[in-house]
């Protein structure tokens, strides 16, 4: 089911995601012999878009119409393995890519399956038939991405250890092992600080490859312009100078959590939104100074050893003074 995606994956390119080129390698390196990846890197650098590029390599498969989308020449199922006939569907690349957010309450049964209460009662509690299964069988076939998996219990990570290293699964109520075949590409940002520990045994079964912001200003420039919205005239120049505080904004000492990429989209779509409400056809610094808190404030997280001497606003509004006299921007927010 991923042979030929093995063969679409040397020539990717990954045009959603721009620049991160050594990420890139890494990763085609990594799945090209199947193994599982976890994506490191704070929020907004591209991570989930990374993912959904790899799901859109995949090709065009057929299944069957099971709980399980079993390969009709290898079925894995209780259901098909008894011989009864399915009907048979079609599965596009980016359908065979199934996501799970991490949380403190996903449990195990979310992912492994549980028993139907429903289904109990008809087929009684100890008939296979009764198990619904969870997202590892779901994503049978798949892609498994599972975002921001250091948000989880141990107790959940242990229940992927199987999976992860056997392709299959056991059931123990009814003591069976069902197979299950996927790709798994999680997510986790290493500076947040409300997340569970992940063991070493749990770490063992995957590579790491670390991404991070976009070093060049200009190739953050073209992520705005890609995804951002665009309804009024804002200039190069001025893109030029938004982007430019932002990266400055990152090298500030003071900081421990710095602006991401959707930092730079936000400004972006809210300086148009504010030239748009003063009535104005193109955008001035001064738009982009009016929407900078909102933007901004929450976004960023000063040191223990600051935080107490001034507020991440304080800061805002004198990183943006120094800025403004920096690059001559004078208070009606012209610039040279």
Same mark, same amino acid.
């Given at each position: 089911?991923?042979?030929?995606?093995?063969?679409?994956?040397?020539?990717?390119?990954?045009?959603?995601?721009?620049?991160?080129?050594?990420?890139?390698?890494?990763?085609?390196?990594?799945?090209?012999?199947?193994?599982?990846? =976890?994506?490191?890197?704070?929020?907004?650098?591209?991570?989930?878009t990374?993912?959904?590029?790899?799901?859109?390599?995949?090709?065009?498969?057929?299944?069957?119409?099971?709980?399980?989308?079993?390969n009709?020449?290898?079925?894995?199922?209780?259901?098909?393995?008894?011989?009864?006939?399915?009907?048979?569907?079609?599965?596009?690349?980016?359908?065979?890519?199934?996501?799970?957010?991490?949380?403190?309450?996903?449990?195990?049964?979310?992912?492994?399956g549980?028993?139907?209460?429903?289904?109990a009662?008809?087929?009684?509690?100890?008939? =296979?038939?009764?198990?619904?299964?969870?997202?590892?069988?779901?994503?049978?076939?798949?892609?498994?991405?599972?975002?921001?998996?250091?948000?989880?219990?141990?107790?959940l990570?242990?229940?992927?250890?199987?999976?992860?290293?056997?392709?299959?699964?056991t059931?123990?109520?009814?003591? =069976?092992?069902?197979?299950?075949?996927?790709?798994?590409?999680?997510?986790m940002?290493?500076?947040?600080?409300?997340?569970?520990?992940?063991?070493?045994?749990?770490?063992d079964?995957?590579?790491?490859?670390y991404?991070?912001?976009?070093?060049?200003?200009?190739?953050?420039?073209?992520?705005?312009?890609?995804?951002?919205?665009?309804?009024?005239?804002?200039?190069?120049?001025?893109?030029?100078?938004?982007?430019?505080?932002?990266?400055?904004?990152?090298?500030?000492?003071?900081?421990e959590?710095?602006?991401?990429?959707?930092?730079?989209?936000?400004?972006?779509?809210?300086?148009?939104a504010?030239?748009?409400?003063?009535?104005?056809?193109?955008?001035?610094?001064?738009?982009?100074?009016?929407?900078?808190?909102?933007?901004?404030?929450?976004?960023?997280?000063?040191?223990?050893?600051?935080?107490?001497?001034?507020?991440?606003?304080?800061?805002?509004?004198?990183?943006?003074?120094?800025?403004?006299?920096?690059?001559n921007?004078?208070?009606?927010?012209? =610039?040279?």
């Open positions: 089911m991923f042979t030929n995606f093995k063969e679409s994956l040397i020539t990717a390119e990954f045009k959603d995601i721009l620049g991160q080129d050594s990420v890139k390698e890494q990763l085609k390196s990594a799945l090209l012999m199947g193994r599982h990846v =976890i994506l490191v890197g704070p929020p907004g650098c591209g991570k989930t990374l993912a959904k590029n790899v799901a859109k390599l995949l090709p065009e498969i057929t299944v069957n119409d099971c709980q399980y989308h079993c009709p020449k290898e079925p894995v199922c209780p259901e098909c393995l008894s011989g009864k006939s399915k009907k048979k569907i079609r599965i596009k690349g980016e359908q065979r890519f199934v996501r799970i957010q991490g949380s403190p309450d996903l449990t195990a049964e979310d992912l492994i549980d028993i139907d209460p429903l289904k009662l008809k087929f009684g509690p100890l008939n =296979i038939n009764s198990f619904t299964p969870g997202k590892i069988f779901k994503a049978n076939n798949k892609i498994m991405f599972f975002d921001e998996i250091n948000r989880c219990s141990e107790k990570q242990n229940s992927l250890l199987q999976a992860l290293e056997e392709k299959k699964a059931i123990s109520s009814y003591d =069976i092992d069902l197979k299950t075949d996927f790709l798994f590409i999680g997510t940002n290493p500076l947040d600080i409300s997340t569970e520990p992940l063991s070493d045994v749990f770490m079964r995957f590579d790491l490859i991404m991070n912001y976009p070093g060049k200003e200009q190739t953050e420039k073209e992520i705005v312009l890609l995804q951002g919205k665009s309804i009024l005239e804002f200039s190069d120049s001025l893109l030029t100078l938004m982007v430019k505080f932002i990266h400055e904004l990152r090298e500030n000492k003071d900081l959590k710095i602006p991401s990429v959707r930092a730079s989209i936000g400004l972006y779509e809210r300086a148009q504010n030239a748009l409400l003063e009535k104005r056809k193109r955008v001035s610094f001064e738009d982009i100074e009016k929407a900078i808190f909102s933007v901004l404030a929450h976004r960023i997280r000063l040191k223990p050893s600051v935080k107490y001497l001034q507020s991440a606003e304080e800061l805002l509004k004198q990183e943006l003074k120094r800025f403004k006299t920096e690059n921007i004078n208070e009606a927010g012209d =610039i040279p």
